[in-house]
């Protein structure tokens, strides 16, 4: 899987949008980006996946790079519950990857009021 | 309930003896994960499946053992548990849906072990 790299920490406040980026430079064709959130030692939490198009659901949208080297999650209106880890994984469909996920050490977002 | 479960959700062991830390899922998921999670780190890979009977290595294998004889369940074993395997153990599970190019991976809560 392609390695990811994400800034270490970022604040945000209450009521803004919440843009984290993340860079995946050697990300191969059939490698999807991934984002997961940390909220205070609970287990991960799904929040959106992308190949190449952007991606938008009820929690957040997901926008990939045309060259798709880099992607940034943006929380279009954080609240204080949004403070979190926040992981940027790259992985393939399944295959020989078996559907696993390789985690980094994510981004510390704290939502400040 | 639906879902993914894990037990104990703690554990204090004493170095030395072997403990084993449940999950179970009702999803019939076909790939079910280990992972591990130190003190202000990240998750780290112990052991995956990819179906009942077929596991394999992850990143941190050492002094784990897994078994998945049913679908639903993935036990992982400590043989002989070590002051370093005091951690945070979750558990994940994710569908290989032929009709879903991708799909989401549901953690438990975990179960946090203390080895002293």
């Known amino acids: 899987d392609a390695k990811t790299t994400q800034p270490t920490s970022m604040d945000c406040a209450e009521g803004r949008a919440a843009n984290l980026p993340c860079n995946h430079s050697t990300i191969s064709g059939n490698e999807y980006v991934y984002w997961y959130r940390q909220i205070h030692s609970q287990g991960p939490q799904y929040i959106i996946h992308g190949l190449k198009n952007n991606e938008t659901n009820e929690m957040a949208s997901l926008i990939i790079t045309e060259d798709r080297k880099s992607s940034t999650l943006i929380l279009p209106h954080a609240t204080l519950r949004d403070t979190a880890v926040y992981y940027c994984?790259?992985?393939?469909?399944?295959?020989?990857?078996?559907?696993?996920?390789?985690f980094g050490q994510g981004t510390i977002l704290t939502v400040h009021p | 309930d639906a879902g993914i479960t894990q037990s104990p959700r703690y554990k204090i062991t004493e170095t030395g003896r072997q403990v084993t830390l449940m999950c179970h899922q009702t999803w019939s998921h076909s790939y079910m994960f280990w992972y591990r999670q130190d003190l202000g780190h990240g998750l780290r890979l112990i052991y995956y499946s990819a179906a009942a009977d077929i596991t394999d290595k992850g990143e941190v294998p050492d002094g784990y053992v897994v078994s998945r004889s049913k679908t639903e369940n993935f036990p992982l074993t400590l043989e002989s548990a070590t002051r370093s395997q005091t951690s945070v153990y979750f558990c994940?599970?994710?569908?290989?849906?032929?009709?879903?190019?991708?799909?989401?991976?549901?953690f438990g809560q975990g179960t946090r072990l203390t080895v002293v």
């Open positions: 994940a599970s994710r569908s290989r849906d032929r009709g879903r190019v991708n799909t989401e991976a549901f």
């Open positions: 994984i790259v992985s393939n469909a399944g295959g020989t990857s078996y559907g696993k996920l390789t």
